[in-house]
């Protein structure tokens, strides 16, 4: 059994706010079920929670759609005020059809409404995306070794669709301390044939193994993934995001 | 510790050869480990061992393009013969482009190169997908049921690309036993707001959370998933599969 990857759902975190001492809640919650975070652990955090701490909310009553979010808004079946927020994230629409909103992120990221999201934030209010989620990953990297000693990796995580396949996956949105792609390129098979095309996407398949423990309804918003072997590295989840100028879709 | 979930990759496979029988290779494999199968366990297999042991290869000294596959070959930088045997395996061309060949294959999945693929097959072969994956699946899983007594879910994964975001993952490709999908629809969080757009590809985040024990170097096909609550059902891979009609990149 040499190769057993353990993925563990962090019961217990409450209700997370904004200026919550997000590390805290997480080393608390561990601390309630009897877990302590282990050397090359990985803390996996769904967006949500981050951007709760972050204060990251907006009332929908606050918002005043423009004219452009009306207009948007009624060609996709949403609240114009909705709209105006996930306009405000976008720098560019990708796409846009009856129900669909798909739009490039100030962050980069290629998603549904920006990431704007409504569930689990309160009636009339939504969640935006960390700011900088690399730079949310790091902070808490860094706060988790200053309190406990242990270097762990950090991933933030959203849920997104994807063309051709139905159903959401989650995808690693913020990255700090491992290579959030593996390189196969150049090595060669069994047989002495080089290996084509094997850039894995690791951070992306430690986020949805994360996703199978967190569940939405079940309030379970973070998780530690133990026993994956992964390249240490500063990391970063922009390394994650195609350049348009090589993206067929975009 | 509530949910946490095992990920074991099964080490000690043989080559597998065309003809062999999978599941008493598997069935030895994880004897020789020291580890039994238990209810529940979801047993998944790269998409690789079930197309060898299907005799799913086919060496390219033996095919004869045709006047469109060597124009496609010319276009897209891919040795003609192999293009012969991607154009074979697809009903449709997606996208095309210097170095892109992105089919819909007969099976009706979205990928690069039809699944046809020369890693770990030998020199001058190729692997096909499965013809029919999911009766693959469904027939690895009666005949452990048949040896062992033991009710477990298969899956059979492949690694594709995905647009807007660099590297692979693992998908699914062949599913028994579990729905591979987990609709949240209609239900209400934790404020009562109801869940929007939350349908989960369940069987894609397991296929991602197995790929990080099948390493394509180690030389790891197939790995056990223990401890996560599926819904049991037939199941089928095809329901990841967005139909055309409702695909806004096909």
Known sequence: MARAIQVIGIEGLPEVRPGDDLVALLLDAL????LALQEGDIVVLTQKIVSKAEGRLIALAEVE????ARTVAEQTG????????ILREARRIVRMDRQVL??????GLVCANAGVDRSNVGEGRVALLPQ????SARAIREEIKRRTGIQVAVLITDTFGRPWREGLTEVAVGVAGLAPLKDHRGHRDRFGV????TL??????LACAAGLVMEKLAGIPAAIIRGYAYEPQEGTAA????PPERDLFR
């Open 102 to 107: 798909l739009v490039e992120t100030r962050q």
């Open 194 to 197: 080089p290996l084509q095309a």
């Open 132 to 135: 900088d989620p690399d730079a």
């Open 65 to 68: 759609p423009s004219m452009f």
């Open 78 to 85: 949403r609240d114009p005020r909705l709209t105006e927020v």
């Open 200 to 205: 894995v996407a690791v951070a992306d398949e």
């Open 31 to 34: 601390a309630a079920e009897g």
């Open 239 to 242: 390394a994650l995001v195609r």
